[in-house]
T-cell receptor, first 115, second 108 residues
Framework: DSGVTQTPKHLITATGQRVTLRCSPR?????VYWYQQSLDQGLQFLIQ???????AKGNILERFSAQQFPDLHSELNLSSLELGDSALYFC??????????????FGSGTRLTVV | GQNIDQPTEMTATEGAIVQINCTYQ??????LFWYQQHAGEAPTFLSY????GLEEKGRFSSFLSRSKGYSYLLLKELQMKDSASYLC?????????FGKGTMLLVSP
C-alpha cells in the first residue's frame, strides 16, 4: 500500500456520461497530480494541485476538470465521455510543491472503460 | 519540446544484465527519474539522477549525462519478477514528463 488511495478501482460507463474519480494523497503530502495512461500514449500529465491551488496544467481536455479540497483530497471530473477516454487514471502525491529527489508516490489507479 | 525516447521492448535472460536507454531533448529538465511498472499496477520509484554520473542502488543503477540528454537504467542479476515496464521521466520543477516505457521480458 503506497498510502495514496484512489476510488473507484474500476468504472464502466456509457459515452456522453460524466464520472468523478477520487484521490486521497499520502499523509502529509500537499501536492496531487493526475495522469492518464493509455496503451498508445503512455503516462500523460493532466494537472497538478498544491495545497488547494492549481499549480500546473498539462494535456487536460476542456471536458475534464479537477479540484483539491481543504482536506487535501482531490477529484477529477470527466464529462461528455468518449470511447477514447478509456484509460487508467493515476493520482500521485508528493510532499512538496516541487518533486525533489523523491518523485511521486502513485495510487493504484482507476480503470475507466467507456462503452 | 521535451520528448523522451526509449525502446519499446527488450528481452533478456534470468541472471543476465540489461541496459535500458533513454534520450531526451537537453533543454528543460533538471532531473531524471526511473520508475518500474508491472502490468495494471502503479508505477514505483526506482532511481533519481540530478547530476551527471552513476547512481547505484542494489541490483539497479542509473546513469545520467545532461550534456548528451542521455540516461540509462542498468539491471543486474535479472530475476523473473523484473519483467515489467520501465519508465524514464524528466523532471521540470513540479512535474514529471514520462516516456512511453520499455517493456522488459525476462525469460528463464
Amino acid at each position: 500500500d503506497s498510502g495514496v488511495t484512489q476510488t473507484p478501482k474500476h468504472l464502466i460507463t456509457a459515452t456522453g456520461q460524466r464520472v468523478t474519480l477520487r484521490c486521497s494523497p499520502r499523509s502529509g503530502d500537499l501536492s496531487v497530480y493526475w495522469y492518464q495512461q493509455s496503451l498508445d500514449q503512455g503516462l500523460q500529465f493532466l494537472i497538478q494541485y498544491y495545497n488547494g491551488e492549481e499549480r500546473a496544467k498539462g494535456n487536460i481536455l476542456e471536458r475534464f476538470s479537477a479540484q483539491q479540497f481543504p482536506d487535501l483530497h482531490s477529484e477529477l471530473n470527466l464529462s461528455s465521455l468518449e470511447l477514447g477516454d478509456s484509460a487508467l487514471y493515476f493520482c500521485a502525491s508528493a510532499g512538496m510543491e516541487w518533486t525533489g529527489r523523491y518523485g511521486y508516490t502513485f495510487g493504484s489507479g482507476t480503470r475507466l472503460t467507456v462503452v | 519540446g521535451q520528448n523522451i525516447d526509449q525502446p519499446t521492448e527488450m528481452t533478456a535472460t534470468e541472471g543476465a544484465i540489461v541496459q535500458i536507454n533513454c534520450t531526451y531533448q537537453t533543454s528543460g529538465f533538471n532531473g531524471l527519474f526511473w520508475y518500474q511498472q508491472h502490468a495494471g499496477e502503479a508505477p514505483t520509484f526506482l532511481s533519481y539522477n540530478v547530476l551527471d554520473g552513476l547512481e547505484e542502488k542494489g541490483r539497479f543503477s542509473s546513469f545520467l549525462s545532461r550534456s548528451k540528454g542521455y540516461s540509462y537504467l542498468l539491471l543486474k542479476e535479472l530475476q523473473m519478477k523484473d519483467s515489467a515496464s520501465y519508465l524514464c521521466a524528466g523532471q521540470k520543477y513540479s512535474t514529471l514528463t514520462f516516456g512511453k516505457g520499455t517493456m522488459l521480458l525476462v525469460s528463464p
